[in-house]
């Protein structure tokens, strides 16, 4: 299966930074099949990005995503308050399908 | 609107039984894949299974291969999965989620205890 490796684990932010989260896959999942999801407590996951650097609806455009192969980067361009979750990436190329560990995003 | 809702879940001892039922509305079920995370607590977003339209094919997680089955009822509007040979490590929320590859639409879970 492949493995996904997210980083950092925790990031620490304030609302208005920049946000740069890392995924990393063990074998290359295509130049798309990579999906990102939020994750609040309590809450079912959200997804954000698929294909990569899709945003799905409704999702705003300070989200983005990019990279392929076995490299990707979610990017969030100025936090607000309601970004500060648990972001994760999935990867859709081969089944078992697989998240990452997750990156905690909180507030500084 | 599409709606998404979890049932089934409680209070299991290990090596128990438990089946998680996950029926839908707003869309034709018989359409789409259909598929299973869960995250257990302290713990990360962990995939467990899908299946395809038909209920032809299911494919599953290693860590609970052999033990749960994935099964759907498209007249029915639902989908079900049946858990056997509990672990403690089982213990999670179960979400179902409509697609096999990134799923949009989501429930909002159902707990699974397994304790003595």
């Known amino acids: 299966e492949i493995v996904l490796t997210q980083s950092p684990g925790n990031l620490s932010l304030s609302p208005g930074e920049r946000a740069t989260l890392s995924c990393r896959a063990s074998?290359?999942?295509?130049?798309?099949?990579l999906a990102w999801y939020q994750q609040k407590p309590g809450q079912a996951p959200r997804l954000l990005i698929y294909g990569a650097s899709t945003r799905a609806a409704a999702i705003p455009d300070r989200f983005s995503g990019s990279g392929s192969g076995t490299d990707f980067t979610l990017t969030i361009s100025r936090l607000e308050p309601e970004d500060f979750a648990i972001y994760y990436c999935q990867q859709y190329s081969s089944l078992p399908r697989t998240f990452g560990q997750g990156t905690r995003v909180d507030i500084k | 609107e599409v709606q998404v809702v979890e049932s089934g879940g409680g209070l299991v001892q290990p090596g128990g039984s438990l089946k998680l039922s996950c029926v839908v509305s707003g869309f034709t079920l018989s359409d789409y894949w259909v598929t299973w995370v869960r995250r257990a607590p302290g713990k990360g977003l962990e995939w467990v299974a899908n299946?395809?339209?038909?209920?032809?094919?299911?494919y599953y997680a290693d860590s609970v291969k052999g033990r749960f089955a994935i099964l759907r009822d498209n007249d029915k509007n639902s989908l079900y999965l049946q858990m056997s040979s509990l672990r403690a490590d089982d213990t999670a929320v179960y979400y179902c989620g409509r697609g096999g590859r990134f799923p949009v639409y989501w429930g909002q879970g159902a707990l699974v205890t397994v304790s003595s």
């Open positions: 299946i395809n339209p038909g209920g032809s094919e299911g």
């Open positions: 074998q290359s999942v295509g130049s798309t099949s």
